[in-house]
């Protein structure tokens, strides 16, 4: 079966600089996704950043960026220049397709990231 | 594009009472997730829909939980008798699974807040 471990609780970092969320994955599958949701107090998830498993090359979107190392199953998240509004939980979720056609997603722990003035 | 739309957002109810969630996922989309989200924890599968059929209801407590997808669209999550340990958001979120592809990111509503006193 397939899991997600996120093993950084929590996170701090000051207002402008940068910081980098661990994630590492157990799967027998070559193709998949893996995926950076942010939860913030509102509740509603938000995709920050996908990365398909065949891409070698690492995703970005604008300030975030991940560290994609398939081989090692490790799938970290880096936030340049933090901002307040980047206060919030940050999940990690795998997908993968399951024979009979659909795709199962499933969730890490989560890692709460404060933001600091 | 219209999100996930979800009712209602908080519920407060008192153990052994029963109570309904209902999700409108974002049309087209033919997987339709519901997820249990226990404070301080990441989002737990209880039960995903392709259409209207279900395709994965292991973590579902079948004994009070159930849930329904109405002509492959609307689904209600019905709990019956409550208990003190189902306080906890419940997420929907639904995602597009081209037939023969991986499939897309989940997108998710803004979650039931479920309070049991």
């Known amino acids: 079966a397939q899991t997600v471990t996120q093993s950084q609780p929590e996170m701090s970092v000051q207002e402008a600089e940068t910081v980098t969320l661990s994630c590492t994955y157990d799967t027998s599958e070559s193709n998949y996704y893996l995926f950076w949701y942010k939860q913030p107090p509102s509740r509603q998830m938000i995709l920050v950043i996908r990365q398909e498993a065949y891409k070698q090359q690492n995703a970005t979107e604008n300030r975030f960026s991940v560290n994609f190392q398939k081989a090692a199953k490790s799938f970290s998240l880096k936030i340049s220049d933090s901002q307040l509004g980047d206060t919030a939980m940050y999940f990690c979720?795998?997908?993968?397709?399951?024979?009979?056609?659909?795709?199962?997603?499933?969730f890490g722990a989560g890692t709460r990231l404060a933001v600091h003035p | 594009e219209a999100g996930v739309a979800q009712s209602p957002r908080y519920k407060i109810i008192e153990k052994r009472q029963s109570v309904a969630f209902w999700c409108n996922p974002i049309s087209g989309h033919a997987t339709l997730y519901w997820y249990q989200q226990i404070l301080g924890q990441g989002p737990k599968l209880l039960i995903q829909?392709?259409?209207?059929?279900?395709?994965?209801d292991s973590q579902l407590p079948k004994d009070r939980f159930s849930a329904e997808r109405l002509k492959g669209v609307d689904s209600t999550l019905k709990i019956q008798p409550a208990k003190l340990e189902d306080s906890a958001v419940y997420l929907c979120?639904?995602?597009?699974?081209?037939?023969?592809?991986?499939?897309?990111?989940?997108?998710f509503g803004q979650g039931t807040r479920l309070t049991v006193v």
């Open positions: 829909f392709q259409n209207n059929g279900v395709v994965d």
């Open positions: 979720a795998f997908m993968n397709p399951i024979s009979g056609g659909y795709n199962k997603l499933i």
């Open positions: 979120a639904s995602s597009f699974f081209p037939r023969g592809r991986l499939g897309t990111e989940a997108f």
